[in-house]
């Protein structure tokens, strides 16, 4: 059995599923508000560095670190019913091209911004558990405290998100909304309202993927969700952008194949897999692997 | 007044070549005066026209966005650097020539997924497509130069061009006003080239293509073939820009290419007005001064330029910049002076010139 | 009771509505009949503030429904079921049942209950998906997630379209049954103008978006030129 774990497979399997978690979860961001208003928010990564910064640096302070998580998650909240409100509700009825733009417009502020208040050097964050690894017989696990926490809080965080969406009388009015707009207008809810908590819950995943990534061994700078971004966004493409199952799987697949093509060709190659990735789903399915329907929205 | 009309309609391939030549004559003979640190932002900038052109062409006339394009101006950089570091001696003609061709090809490679999808998909795949083009081209060190990237000196100032030139800094004048010389008439050929492009065939199926697709299709066009060329022309483009951008810069680095370049990119076509030739120009002008403008700006806010703040306000001024263009004057910098117009319209009313510059 | 007064509508240079007035009486069915493209929807979708007037004024009772967001307008208690009954076939039965009540302050259990029990093909569904039900069903369950809300005003957009004659007259004699067993002021758009006249009680004929006719239901049946020219009923 140890053997088993020590073993090279293993290793990357693990490491791959630890930084898919991570995509996952940016992924899964990305799907909410896909749903809810048909925007691809190209800013979600850098909202959620925005929202981990603010968070992080209370550290500074003497605050716990759970208290910290808790207010980068609140602060990406904040942020990202702020620009619903005010970025994408005027865009509303416009050419799907504006709200990219303006996302990606906004993506460049925000990264500019913290490069201007935090400077764009690594900040290492004080992880709340440690990041050596186990070991079995003397031989190394790719397997941390920390790892473990990340995957177990990823997976807590989908759990809750699936939970919402399912069972709550929240999750229901946000689902219609998303799906038929109008008809939940005549039946008396607040579409506009649930819009902003769209963006709010989604921006919040966001925040928790960016305090993973951030607490782990990369650090924290302005740019650091650039790559995680990417991943996130082929990991939902992959999952046709519909589906929160199919982004919680591509985000995974995606990890793995990044962690194999490092160990076996070469790290800067890694960013190939994705987009391998991509291509061949889109290829076989455009809509997405995971999407029922196809047709397109006009 | 009809010739004057025809003239800036650029209806025909006449009118274009001979507003083109105008347009480079006139910055050719301002190359003249300005001094070398204007002359080389003026190079740079004609070379990143090049490439907002091209962008302009596949988001304002193909209705595709891409935010790949600083991948593509890396593609055309590295093909043009890797054969100037090794033959040093090849006519400049031809080293682009390659940019165009290896920028070309990566767009086709790109657009044949690419063009079966739409928008955010299409934009999502062209960014991690310019995410990774860099650490490619680090991995493969012994080529590329990996971090460091490639020196190059294959933009060597002809002796008689340096002879007009005398004085103290008769060198620095010579070289700087040379490479904006070279620039202004690269980004001219490519621009009167879009010109023709705009109004041909070609020109008008892809703006039938973006407007009504499913229309396109039942007057026969291939719309597989016209999106995947529109991108592929658009990726030409870019790849020519960067490979004259590195020339410029005299080399070939990873960090010439940042995502960032794209959203640059995105932000200075968006402001000079999508789907334009003038657009692209004004895009171009912005960009070379745009320094020039950070420092101006940071002087008048009174921020230390070596600060933190200081050295980020151009990525800040950029972002805010695009967010307010996109949500306020979408056609560009260039629909603000309406109010003006509007007010001329109404002292002598002729027709109105058609939009092209209009999203859909 | 809906008070319509002088309500023109327009769609940039289309005039959909000119100077439309009639009352829909409470207790009462009101058919608002014409043909395609006459401006029945556009009238509906005014009433419930999905549109904006150019000119006009729309009255629940004495309260100005012009101006308030359409949330609101269903929460004062206008139910409107949309053209295509607009059924969110994504979700369950019960799904949008439940959505029906989310709004109004009534008992979510008591009003499944009830709604089971006067349509008892959706209590057998209750756990489908929308997209599995035939059309009558997907009519039921419009209904019966319009009714949940206890709604004072129902506005009814073409609900016989698709359905089979039989069906229709069902569904017709339905409405009649729960406008006098509930009170409520029923505007009814219909194209087919037969089968709604038979139950209707007051008539608003539209044509081209102004308003031909208006009055008694059996009046309105009874004039020959309106049944020949708007309403495309064969005068035997």
């Known amino acids: 059995m140890s053997a088993f774990l020590t073993s090279s497979l293993m290793h990357n399997i693990f490491g791959g599923l630890a930084q898919g978690v991570v995509y996952s979860l940016v992924a899964l961001s990305l799907v909410i508000v896909w749903q809810s208003t048909h925007v691809l928010n190209f800013a979600q990564g850098a909202m959620a560095m925005f929202a981990t910064y603010i968070g992080m640096t209370e550290i500074d302070r003497g605050i716990g670190y759970w208290w910290c998580v808790i207010i980068s998650v609140a602060v990406g909240m904040i942020v990202g019913g702020l620009t619903e409100r005010v970025l994408i509700r005027p865009l509303y009825g416009k050419p799907e091209i504006n709200p990219i733009v303006v996302m990606v417009g906004f993506l460049g502020v925000l990264e500019a911004l913290s490069a201007a208040i935090w400077t764009s050097s690594t900040r290492n964050i004080a992880e709340p558990f440690s990041q050596i690894f186990y070991h079995a017989n003397g031989n190394l696990v790719y397997l941390s405290p920390f790892i473990i926490f990340q995957i177990i809080l990823a997976i807590c965080i989908m759990l809750l998100v699936a939970a919402l969406f399912r069972f709550t009388r929240l999750g229901l009015q946000l689902r219609a909304s998303a799906l038929a707009p109008e008809v939940s207008r005549l039946l008396g809810i607040r579409v506009s309202r649930m819009l902003t908590i769209g963006w709010m819950l989604s921006a919040g995943v966001g925040a928790i993927a960016a305090v993973i990534q951030a607490s782990g061994s990369f650090g924290l700078f302005p740019t650091n969700m650039d790559g995680i971004f990417v991943a996130g966004f082929i990991a939902a493409a992959v999952g046709g952008l519909e589906s929160p199952i199919g982004a919680v799987a591509g985000g995974l697949l995606i990890g793995l194949a990044e962690q194999f093509i490092l160990a076996y060709w070469s790290p800067n190659v890694a960013p190939l897999g994705g987009i391998i990735i991509l291509v061949v789903a889109l290829m076989i399915r455009p809509q997405g692997l995971f999407t029922k329907h196809a047709g397109r929205r006009v | 007044m009809d010739w004057w009309r025809s003239f800036f309609r650029q209806e025909s391939t006449h009118s274009r070549l001979i507003g083109v030549t105008a347009l480079a004559a006139l910055t050719l003979a301002i190359t003249f005066v300005l001094p070398p640190v204007a002359n080389s932002e003026l190079a740079g900038g004609a070379a990143i026209a090049i490439v907002i052109l091209g962008l302009s062409w596949l988001i304002g006339w193909s209705g595709q966005i891409s935010l790949g394009n600083s991948g593509f101006m890396a593609v055309g950089a590295y093909a043009a650097g890797i054969w100037a570091h090794h033959h040093n001696t090849t006519p400049l003609v031809f080293t682009l020539a390659l940019a165009i061709v290896a920028g070309g090809l990566s767009g086709l490679i790109i657009a044949i997924p690419s063009t079966r999808l739409r928008g955010p998909y299409l934009a999502g795949l062209t960014l991690a497509f310019a995410a990774a083009v860099t650490p490619i081209a680090q991995n493969f060190t012994s080529v590329t130069g990996g971090e460091g990237g490639i020196f190059l000196n294959s933009l060597v100032t002809p002796s008689w061009f340096g002879h007009l030139f005398s004085g103290a800094n008769a060198v620095i004048n010579a070289n700087a006003q040379w490479t904006a010389d070279l620039a202004v008439v690269v980004a001219a050929v490519s621009f009167f080239f879009m010109a023709n492009l705009f109004h041909s065939r070609t020109g008008r199926a892809m703006r039938l293509v973006r407007d009504n697709d499913v229309a396109a299709e039942l007057m026969g066009v291939d719309l597989l073939r016209t999106r995947s060329s529109a991108f592929m022309i658009a990726a030409a483009y870019a790849g020519l820009g960067g490979a004259l951008y590195s020339l410029l810069e005299a080399s070939v680095r990873p960090e010439t290419f940042p995502l960032t370049l794209s959203i640059t990119l995105l932000t200075l076509m968006v402001l000079g007005g999508i789907g334009t030739l003038s657009g692209a120009v004004i895009g171009g002008i912005i960009y070379s001064f745009s320094a020039d403008l950070v420092a101006h700006v940071n002087s008048l806010t009174g921020v230390n330029p070596t600060s933190n703040l200081g050295a980020n306000m151009q990525g800040i001024i950029f972002g805010v910049l695009l967010i307010l263009t996109m949500m306020f004057a979408p056609r560009g910098l260039v629909s603000l002076r309406t109010p003006i117009q509007k007010l001329f319209r109404i002292l002598r009313p002729r027709r109105q010139t058609p939009d092209l510059g209009e999203l859909h | ?236």
């Open chain 3, 1 to 236: 009771m809906i008070r319509v007064q002088n309500l023109s509508v327009n769609y940039g240079a289309v005039k959909a509505l000119r100077d439309v007035s009639f009352e829909a009486p409470t207790g009462q069915i009101t058919a608002v009949l014409g043909a395609n493209g006459a401006g029945k929807t556009t009238l509906l979708r005014t009433i419930s503030g999905l549109v904006t007037p150019k000119t006009g004024s729309i009255h629940l009772d004495e309260r100005p429904l012009v101006g308030v967001a359409t949330e609101n307008i269903a929460r004062m208690g206008v139910a409107h079921v949309p053209e295509g009954r607009g059924v969110i076939e994504e979700l369950t039965v019960e799904e949008n049942l439940r959505l029906g009540a989310m709004a109004a302050k009534v008992d979510l259990a008591e009003g499944l209950r009830e709604q089971y029990e006067r349509f008892a093909a959706l209590g057998e569904r209750r756990k489908k998906l929308c997209s599995t039900l035939s059309g009558g069903e997907r009519q039921m369950l419009a209904m019966a997630r319009a009714l949940i809300a206890k709604p004072r005003v129902l506005l009814l957009d073409e609900p016989s379209l698709g359905l089979a004659p039989q069906v229709t007259a069902q569904l017709m004699r339905s409405i009649h049954d729960l406008c006098e067993s509930e009170h409520l002021t029923v505007v009814l758009v219909e194209q087919n103008a037969k089968s709604a006249l038979r139950i209707a009680h007051r008539a608003v004929v539209l044509h081209l978006g102004t308003a031909v006719a208006s009055g008694d239901a059996t009046s309105v049946a009874a004039d020959d030129n309106l049944r020949r020219y708007y309403l495309g009923v064969v005068v035997e």
